[in-house]
C-alpha cells in the first residue's frame, strides 16, 4: 500500500513538473507598481502650495522716518474697492488741485496695461537683459545683480496699495501679482486715507451724473 | 552548407526588472511625500503667480477663514506640547499628560484656549464638528493670538510664520492680523496662494 501511495505521489510530481514553468507572470504587479506610483506622485508633489513671500515696515518710530517722501512723479496709489474695482491716481494733490481718478479691473488690459506703460523703461530693460543672458551667457549671479540694478531704476514708478474695508483678501494678492508681473521694485500696502475715500466717492458721484445724462 | 537555426524567442517579457523599478520608485515616493495635511477650516485660498514653495519645516500657520475666524498651528510635535504648557501656565491651566500628547497631534486648531481642555477630550471626529471652530480671540481685550504666536517664536526662533487666508475675506480682518503680527514685531510673513495660470502676463503694448 506504502508503494502505491509512493508511486502515486511521484506520478503526480511529475506530471506537474511537466506542466508549470517555476517562471511567475509579474505584468499583474508592475500594473500594480505603477498605479501606486501614480497615486503618491499625484498626492505630493501637485498639493504644495506657492507663497508669496512680503515684508511690512515695522512699527518702530524710527524706521517711519525711514519712509522717503515719495516724489509725487513717481507715485502711483492703487485703491482696491468692492466688487473687485480698482481705481488709481499719479502722483498725490498738489496746488489745491486732485489728482485725476481713473477706474480699472484687474484683467490683462486694465491695471497691468497701465502699470507696465508706466514702467515701460524697466520692461524693455529685462527684455534686453534676458536677451544678453542666451546670448553672452551670464551666470546667475550676474544676472541677479543687473536685474537688481534695473529695478532699483531711479525714474521706477512706485505703487502705494491702499484696501478700502469692501475689499477681500483676494484683492489684495491680485495687486500684489501686478507688482510681481510688471516688476515693479517698490511697493507698500498702506492705510486708506479719507482724501482716498473722499476721491471715489466724487468720481462715483461724477460719473452716475455723466450716465444719466 | 549548413542550415541557419533560427533561435525561438518567446514572446513573454521578462517583467522582474520592471517590477523591480516599479517598486524602488514607489518605495522612494512613499518616503518622501508627506501628506497634506488636514487643516482644522477649509480655505480656498487665492491664486497667484508666485512660484515660490513654502518650506517643509518650521512653519507657524495662521489660517483666516471667509469669516474672519483665525485658526493657529506650528509643525514639530514635541514643541506643540511645550507650547501648550507654556500656554496653560499663562492663563493658569494644567493640562495633563494625555492631554498634551493629544494636543500635539493636532495641526491646526481655532478656538479659546479656556475650551481646549474640553476639546482635547473629545475624539477627533467629533472635533470636526462646527461648535468648535470658534476661532482664536484676537481682539484688543483679549489677544489671544498674539500670545500664542509670542510663544511659538519663544520656543523655535526658526519658525516661519505663514498665513492662508481665503480669497473672500474682508481686507479690514486681514489688516487686523497683521497690525497684530506687526505689534510683536513680526515684518516678514509669507502668504500662501495656489497657482495660477497666467497665459498671457504681457499685453502687447
Known amino acids: 500500500m506504502a508503494e502505491i501511495a509512493q508511486n502515486h505521489r511521484k506520478g503526480r510530481k511529475k506530471r506537474r513538473s511537466k506542466k508549470l514553468s517555476t517562471r511567475v507572470d509579474f505584468t499583474p504587479m508592475v500594473d500594480l507598481g505603477f498605479l501606486l506610483i501614480t497615486f503618491f506622485m499625484l498626492a505630493t508633489t501637485l498639493n504644495k502650495p506657492q507663497t508669496m513671500e512680503i515684508a511690512l515696515p515695522s512699527k518702530d518710530k524710527s524706521a517711519e522716518d525711514e519712509q522717503s517722501v515719495v516724489k509725487a512723479s ?10 473687485n474695482a480698482v481705481y488709481y491716481y499719479e502722483g498725490t494733490r498738489e496746488n489745491e488741485i486732485d489728482p485725476v481718478l481713473y477706474k480699472t479691473n484687474f484683467s490683462p488690459t486694465g491695471l497691468r496695461q497701465f502699470l507696465l506703460k508706466r514702467n515701460y523703461e524697466v520692461m524693455s530693460k529685462i527684455r534686453e537683459l534676458k536677451a544678453d543672458r542666451e546670448r553672452l551667457k551670464l551666470s546667475d549671479k550676474e544676472f541677479d545683480q543687473r536685474l537688481t540694478a534695473i529695478k532699483s531704476d531711479k525714474s521706477a514708478p512706485i505703487v502705494l496699495i491702499k484696501a478700502t474695508n469692501e475689499s477681500v483678501y483676494r484683492n489684495l494678492i491680485d495687486a500684489l501679482d501686478e507688482m510681481a508681473i510688471c516688476n515693479i521694485e517698490r511697493y507698500a500696502i498702506d492705510d486708506i486715507s479719507p482724501f482716498d475715500l473722499s476721491l471715489i466717492e466724487t468720481f462715483n458721484a461724477q460719473n452716475k451724473h455723466s450716465n444719466g445724462r | ?49 508666485s512660484e515660490i514653495k513654502i518650506p517643509e519645516r518650521n512653519i507657524l500657520l495662521i489660517l483666516v477663514d471667509e469669516k474672519g475666524k483665525i485658526f493657529f498651528g506650528i509643525d514639530g510635535q514635541e514643541n506643540r506640547i511645550s507650547l501648550l504648557e507654556r500656554m496653560g501656565a499663562l492663563y493658569n491651566l494644567q493640562f495633563s499628560p494625555a492631554e498634551l500628547k493629544e494636543f500635539s497631534l493636532i495641526n491646526s486648531f481655532g478656538l479659546p484656549i479656556e475650551q481646549m481642555k474640553g476639546f482635547l477630550s473629545l475624539n477627533p471626529e467629533e472635533r470636526e464638528s462646527t461648535s468648535y471652530a470658534l476661532g482664536i480671540p484676537s481682539d484688543s481685550l483679549n489677544n489671544q493670538l498674539k500670545n500664542w504666536v509670542t510663544v511659538s517664536r519663544s520656543i523655535s526662533k526658526d519658525y516661519r510664520i505663514a498665513i492662508k487666508a481665503d480669497q473672500a475675506t474682508a481686507y479690514p480682518k486681514i489688516k487686523k492680523l497683521m497690525e497684530t503680527l506687526q505689534d510683536l514685531n513680526e515684518n516678514r510673513y509669507n502668504l500662501i496662494t495656489t497657482l495660477e495660470t497666467a497665459a498671457d502676463l504681457e499685453p502687447n503694448l
Not at chain 2, 22 to 39: D, H, P, Q, V, W
Open chain 2, 1 to 49: 552548407m549548413p542550415k541557419v537555426k533560427i533561435a525561438r524567442k518567446s514572446s513573454a517579457v521578462d517583467m522582474t526588472a520592471m517590477c523591480d523599478v516599479a517598486f524602488l520608485l514607489l518605495t522612494f515616493f512613499m518616503l518622501t511625500s508627506n501628506f497634506t495635511r488636514k487643516e482644522a477650516a477649509a480655505i480656498n485660498a487665492p491664486s497667484s503667480i
Open chain 1, 74 to 83: 513717481r507715485a502711483i496709489t492703487l485703491l482696491l474697492d468692492k466688487n
